[in-house]
């Protein structure tokens, strides 16, 4: 098993851009996924392969990664963006995923 | 439209044994790895099971081997977890998840369920 860490929280204003971290050894093999979880209902996949964007998610999310640090950035934040998001990896060898332990991001 | 509706959860004593379902539509079941993954009151998630295809194989976090059996009926459209010798720390909101590694998005879970409460205690 391997570990994915994560701020706990970020807050921004609307308008603002919102960076969400999420570090782990295995981040420098394997690719990133980061899932938006509303309140009361099930996560939905938002980025995948680190850097690419789900047909329906809008433009304003975007992924990327360097070492073993990938970053969610959501550009022009906006109310509806108020969520837990996740990082998920996964060891194919091991046949283990992972996620992150969650940040919960506010729209002040 | 692609949909995932998970049943069977509710309230089980410790020891107890609990089978969950999840009915899959809107795509070819058959094609694709299945997952568990729970998610405890008010904390993140965790990945608990994947079956692949045919349910040859089998992966388990942990915390659940040998007490969790994740299983298939590709005919009736629907995957299973049978939940045995259940704890405590077991109670949360179980999702079942699509892999979508056949979908082109790699090891993400592409799409969710509901999720349906199982709550140990006594």
């Known amino acids: 098993s391997y570990e994915l860490t994560q701020p706990s929280s970020v807050s921004v204003s609307p308008g603002q851009t919102a960076r969400i971290t999420c570090s782990g050894d295995a981040l420098s093999k394997q690719y990133a996924y980061w899932y938006q979880q509303r309140a009361g209902r099930a996560p939905v996949l938002v980025i995948y392969k680190d850097t690419e964007r789900p047909s329906g998610i809008p433009e304003r999310f975007s992924g990327s990664g360097s070492g073993t640090t990938v970053t969610l950035t959501i550009s022009g934040v906006q109310a509806e963006d108020e969520a837990a998001y996740y990082c998920q990896s996964a060891d194919t060898t091991d046949n283990y995923w992972a996620f992150g332990g969650g940040t919960k991001l506010t729209v002040l | 439209e692609v949909q995932l509706v998970e049943s069977g959860g509710g309230l089980v004593q410790p020891g107890g044994s609990l089978r969950l379902s999840c009915e899959a539509s809107?795509?070819?079941?058959?094609?694709?790895?299945m997952s568990w993954v729970r998610q405890a009151p008010g904390k993140g998630l965790e990945w608990v099971a994947n079956i692949n295809q045919g349910g040859s194989e089998k992966y388990y976090v942990d915390s659940v081997e040998g007490r969790f059996t994740v299983s298939r009926d590709n005919g009736l459209h629907s995957v299973y977890l049978q939940m045995n010798s259940l704890r405590v720390e077991d109670t949360a909101v179980y999702f079942c998840a699509r892999w979508g590694y056949n979908s082109g998005y790699g090891d993400a879970f592409d799409i969710w369920g509901q999720g349906t409460m199982v709550t140990v205690s006594s």
């Open positions: 809107g795509f070819t079941l058959s094609s694709f790895w």
